[in-house]
């Protein structure tokens, strides 16, 4: 019964390969976050999807594109990696509500570029 | 910009005390602060938010203070165990459900037997 949950958990691949990372959510949130964590363990948000639509897209280089077939759902696909991306990526959703609402993680993927 | 600091990288207590943790933010106060607690391997889990106009939030041994004046906010765990070991994260969330949170790197807490 995971409320979030990533796959695959683990994803070592080579420079300029092409990877895709899932999310799903099985607790009705109606909005969906990815956030990259680097080396130094500092969490930064990339975009976030609210109802299958980008809310917000911070600056993320295009070679990342998210998709979301459905609400419960916010995929990850990254075009021609490059050695920086090597991180930890965390999806992340919210529910709807007045005010700031508590955001519930997955347990991250952690990608190493070789 | 807004900036959210959690200047103590790491931090070491014996088991029983208790805890303080501190969150510092830049400029403008932000409406709502949010503590998280992340565990090697897994994923930050909430723990406590607290809002502007609020100055204490409680939960059982944890307890979050907001100070507007200092632009600060304290996280404590009362009655430490080793258990509570861990990185505790503080972020900052905006007026509406879905803003993304802001976070600061984050504070390694040790607590020994």
């Known amino acids: 019964d995971t409320a979030v949950s990533q796959t695959p958990k683990y994803l070592v691949t080579q420079m300029g390969n092409d990877k895709s990372i899932k999310c799903e959510q099985n607790?009705?949130?109606?909005?969906m976050y990815w956030y990259k964590q680097d080396s130094k363990k500092f969490l930064k948000i990339m975009f976030s999807y609210n109802n299958k639509e980008l809310i917000i897209n911070e600056t993320v280089p295009n070679r990342f594109s998210p998709k979301s077939p459905d609400k419960a759902h916010l995929n990850l696909h990254i075009n021609s990696l490059e050695l920086g991306d090597s991180a930890v990526y965390f999806c992340?959703?919210?529910?709807?509500?007045?005010?700031?609402?508590?955001?519930?993680f997955g347990d991250g993927t952690r990608l190493s570029i070789l | 910009s807004q900036k959210i600091e959690q200047n103590s990288e790491a931090l070491n207590i014996q088991e029983g005390k208790t805890a303080t943790l501190t969150c510092n933010y830049t400029?403008?106060?932000?409406?709502?602060l949010q503590w998280y607690r992340q565990d090697p391997g897994r994923g930050p889990v909430f723990l406590l938010l607290i809002r502007e106009n609020e100055k204490e939030k409680r939960k059982e041994r944890l307890k979050v203070t907001f100070d507007t004046t200092l632009k600060q906010s304290l996280f404590h765990i009362t009655a430490s165990q080793p258990a509570d070991s861990a990185t505790y994260l503080c972020?900052?969330?905006?007026?509406?459900?879905?803003?993304?949170?802001?976070f600061g790197k984050g504070t390694r807490l040790s607590v020994i037997a």
């Open positions: 992340a959703s919210s529910p709807p509500g007045e005010g700031n609402q508590p955001q519930h």
């Open positions: 607790l009705g949130h109606d909005t």
């Open positions: 972020a900052r969330g905006g007026n509406s459900g879905n803003t993304p949170l802001v």
């Open positions: 400029n403008y106060s932000p409406a709502y």
